[in-house]
């Protein structure tokens, strides 16, 4: 990322960088070939399906490897996906409470 003279600039904290720096000397985020890997395509699918669920948005956000585009397909992918989820939990919870017995009749065994 370069400011309009020219300067590199980390992505993550805007702080002016070597040319040669690998990790921003102020925030210490890896720069070009070495941002972490959860800001990296298939690391934020990763961390958002095993984890971060909707948080994953956070890193679809503040990726330096993601275009203005790709961000918004991104972005309705994990709410995609998270509406798939929630419904999914929610057809789930309603099958298992139908398969237990109704618990306001436990009161009234005549014992
Ligand atoms: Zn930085």
Redesign the pocket.
């Known amino acids: 990322m370069n400011n309009a003279a020219g300067v590199l600039l ?1 992505w ?2 805007k ?1 002016a960088l070597d040319p040669q720096d690998r990790y ?1 000397r ?2 210490g ?1 890896g720069q070009g070939e070495h941002v972490a890997w959860y800001y990296r395509p298939w690391g934020i699918a990763l961390a958002t399906l095993f984890g971060l669920g909707p948080f994953g948005l956070i890193l679809v956000w503040r990726s330096p490897k993601l275009g203005t585009k790709a961000r918004w397909a991104w972005t309705a992918a994990v709410v995609l996906a998270g509406a798939f989820i929630l419904h999914g939990c929610y057809t789930t919870w309603l099958m298992i409470r139908s398969l237990m017995p109704d618990l306001t009749q436990l009161g009234q065994l005549p014992y």
């Open positions: 980390c993550s904290c702080k921003c102020f925030c985020m």
